[in-house]
């Protein structure tokens, strides 16, 4: 099914600086970078230091190298630091994120109100499978899981194993060699048996996973592509297991289809390719 990881695994600790993973110099970065404002465009090393309460010689070697890529600019003459040219295309990709929702929302709304399932439509992000758009059905039985900008392993849950179905060979041996996830004890990480279902999905045109991501809970998913055919997303709906009817003969596949065609010309642009 198409659930959201984060409901499955333990919340994240309320301080990321006790978390290993944390990175003290991104943090930084981003703090230097959040003292910009719309009525203080244009900042001094000191006030920057005192901003995100360092010392200046560390945040004049953070910005050098945000400098370098882009993300700051100083002026020759005041010597003050302005936002540099990269924070703009950041800020366009989100906008074209928010706008593609915008465009494929009627269509999915219309497949919730259909299928009376919540509708998810997901995308590849590095070794994962990212949520794009979500829509909930009418029913009183929500499947409150995998909320837009939330991401789940390839290999489980419907539309992630669409996804995985279609990437290029090289990316899905690295997702195989350290990305597989278990998120229940039906998730698939035996690497013969996903290849085997790797080929079965590629070869009929969807998905149908009951129980992997959470249990009681299954989805169908198609894949969505562009008109050079290839797969750029893939649309999915979800609910109860019993809603769905059974892998042998899932209900609601032609509305599926007819919906992911639908959809296919509308991702069919290079501002989808960038806001992804």
Known sequence: MNGGAHALRTAPSSSPRRDRQYTQSVGRALALLQAFRPTRPSISLTDLARAAALD???????????????????????????????????????????????????????????????TFLG???????????????????????????????LN???????????????????????????LTLRSQVNQ??????????????????????????????VPVPDRAGNVVAALSVSGLTHELGNPSGPR??????RAARRLSPQLDDSSFRFAR
């Open 192 to 221: 013969r048996a996903l290849v085997r279902d790797l080929h079965r999905i590629r070869a009929r045109g969807w998905e149908f996973a009951a129980d992997d991501v959470a249990i009681g809970v299954a989805a169908l998913g």
């Open 123 to 153: 995308v590849v992000a590095g070794h994962e499978a990212m949520c794009m758009e979500r829509i909930e059905s009418a029913s009183p039985i929500q499947v409150r899981m995998w909320l837009p900008g939330a991401k789940l392993p």
């Open 156 to 182: 489980c849950g419907s539309a992630p194993r669409v996804l995985l179905a279609h990437l290029p060979e090289p990316q899905r041996r690295e997702v195989f060699a350290g990305y597989l996830g278990r």
């Open 252 to 257: 609601f596949l032609e509305e599926l289809r």
């Open 56 to 118: 200046k010689a560390t945040v004049r070697r953070l910005l050098l190298t945000m400098k370098e890529h882009g993300f700051i600019e100083q002026d020759a003459a005041t010597r003050q630091y302005t936002l540099g040219p990269a924070v703009l295309e950041i800020g366009a990709a989100v906008r074209l994120n928010r706008e593609l929702r915008e465009i494929v929302r009627p269509i999915m709304y219309e497949l919730a109100k259909r299928t009376g399932l919540t």
